[in-house]
Nanobody, 124 residues
Framework: EVQLVESGGGSVQAGGSLTLSCTASGFTFDDSDVGWYRQAPGNVCERVATITNDGIEYIADSVKGRFTISQDNAKKTVYLQMNTLKPEDTAVYYC??????????????????WGQGTQVTVSS
């Protein structure tokens, strides 16, 4: 059974930093693409950052220069380092594999595996 477990969310003030972790099990992590997605209340699910099994990264324009994605194959974990956080980064952050079609109404679908989500709240 595929499992993705996110951690590291929390509440910070604008300008602060957080590091999210997504630990995977139940599939061949080294051969898989994994990404971070987020959904704020009233908004669609959007792609934040993804990393392919070849290490190719995608970073959304809205977070470019502030967020970085990385992976540790030995730990089967993908990280999202978030710096210079803004109130508009407030959302529930999910990791998913291999790669949902985005944007979409919700951060879930039957064709991909999703974590349970972790809340990030940025106050001004």
């Amino acid at each position: 059974e595929v499992q993705l477990v996110e951690s590291g969310g929390g509440s910070v003030q604008a300008g602060g930093s957080l590091t999210l972790s997504c630990t995977a099990s139940g599939f061949t992590f080294d051969d898989s693409d994994v990404g971070w997605y987020r959904q704020a209340p009233g908004n669609v699910c959007e792609r934040v950052a993804t990393i392919t099994n070849d290490g190719i990264e995608y970073i959304a324009d809205s977070v470019k220069g502030r967020f970085t994605i990385s992976q540790d194959n030995a730990k089967k974990t993908v990280y999202l380092q978030m710096n210079t956080l803004k109130p508009e980064d407030t959302a529930v952050y999910y990791c998913a594999t291999p790669g949902p079609i985005i944007p979409r109404d919700t951060c879930s679908d039957e064709y991909n595996d999703w974590g349970q989500g972790t809340q990030v709240t940025v106050s001004s």
